[in-house]
C-alpha cells in the first residue's frame, strides 16, 4: 500500500542484546482504528514508540505522510510529537498539581495557545464530552475512569493527526473501559483522526476498524488492509 499516513518497514530494534523488533512493518491508513495486540513482551509499546518518533530504530524506515521520521533529529521529532500526535498511557498521567480543565489545555499551552484561549478551548471540549462537571477538579479528586477520559480529551485537544493510545483501558474495569472506548471512537470518528491503539484485551481492540498481532518483533496482519 502506498498511500499509508504512517508506516513502519523492516524495523529492527534492540534493547542492549534484547531484540524487541525483528524486522516488524505495518501501515496505517488515514482515519483509520488501528487495533495492535500480541502477548507481552512481544514488542506492542516499542512499535508505537518507533511509529510516534519517541524511538529511533536500528534499523528500518519509519514514514509520517511520506516523510521519514527515524531521519530526523530530536528536536523535529519533538515538533512532530507536540504538533501532530497525541498520546494517551496505560495510567493518564494527567499532572497531580493541575485542574483536569487545566490538563486538557496543556498541549494548546504547549503549542503556544494563549492561556485564556485554551482554558476555554479545554472547557469546551469537556462540555462537549459531557465531563464539564470534573473541569475543576485536580487528578486526585476523580475517580480512575473519569481521570482516564480526561487525560483521553487531552490527547485530543490539539487535533492530533495521529493518537497513540497504548494500553488506555489496562488500568480500568471493562465497563469504564468501555466508556473510554467509546469516547475515543466518537471523537475519532467526528474528527478523522487516526488511531494506533495497543491493547491485549479482545474486547477494546473490537472497536477498531482492523487488528494486527505483534510476535516475537514481528508484525502479523489479522485482518486485510483496507483498500484505497
Ligand atoms: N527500556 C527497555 N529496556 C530494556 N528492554 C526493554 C525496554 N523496553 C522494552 N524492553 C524489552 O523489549 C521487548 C518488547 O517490549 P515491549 O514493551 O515493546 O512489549 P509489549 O508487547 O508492549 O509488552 P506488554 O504487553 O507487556 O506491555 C521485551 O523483551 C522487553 O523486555
Redesign the pocket.
Known amino acids: 500500500m502506498t498511500n499509508a499516513l504512517l508506516q513502519a518497514h523492516d524495523v529492527h530494534l534492540s534493547?542492549?542484546t534484547?531484540p524487541?523488533l525483528r524486522g516488524a512493518g505495518i501501515a496505517v491508513h488515514e482515519g483509520e482504528i488501528l487495533a495492535v495486540m500480541?502477548?507481552?513482551?512481544?514488542?506492542?509499546?516499542?512499535?508505537l514508540h518507533c511509529l510516534a518518533g519517541i524511538l529511533v530504530p536500528d534499523r528500518g524506515e519509519i514514514l509520517f505522510d511520506g516523510r521519514r521520521v527515524d531521519r530526523l533529529g530530536e528536536t523535529a521529532r519533538s515538533s512532530l510529537r507536540r504538533d501532530t500526535f497525541g498520546f494517551v498511557f496505560q495510567f493518564g498521567q494527567l499532572v497531580p498539581e493541575l485542574s483536569a480543565e487545566e490538563n486538557v489545555a496543556l498541549p494548546l499551552l504547549l503549542a503556544g495557545v494563549r492561556r485564556t484561549k485554551a482554558l476555554t478551548e479545554a472547557r469546551a471540549w469537556l462540555d462537549r464530552l459531557g465531563l464539564g462537571d470534573l473541569g475543576r477538579r485536580t487528578s486526585g479528586e476523580l475517580s480512575g475512569g473519569q481521570a482516564q477520559r480526561v487525560a483521553l480529551v487531552r490527547g485530543l485537544v490539539a487535533r492530533p493527526r495521529v493518537l497513540f493510545a497504548d494500553?488506555p483501558t489496562g488500568a480500568l474495569d471493562s465497563l469504564t473501559g468501555e466508556q473510554v472506548m467509546d469516547l475515543m471512537v466518537t471523537v475519532a470518528r467526528d474528527e478523522g483522526t487516526t488511531i494506533v491503539l495497543?491493547t491485549?484485551e479482545p474486547r477494546v481492540a473490537a472497536y477498531a476498524d482492523r487488528e494486527v498481532v505483534?510476535r516475537d518483533?514481528k508484525v502479523l496482519a489479522l485482518t486485510a488492509e483496507p483498500v484505497g
Do not use: Y
Not at 500480541?38 to 512499535?47: A, D, H, M, N, V
Open positions: 534493547f542492549g534484547t524487541a500480541g502477548p507481552s513482551g512481544s514488542g506492542k509499546s516499542t512499535l494500553e495497543v491485549h505483534v518483533g
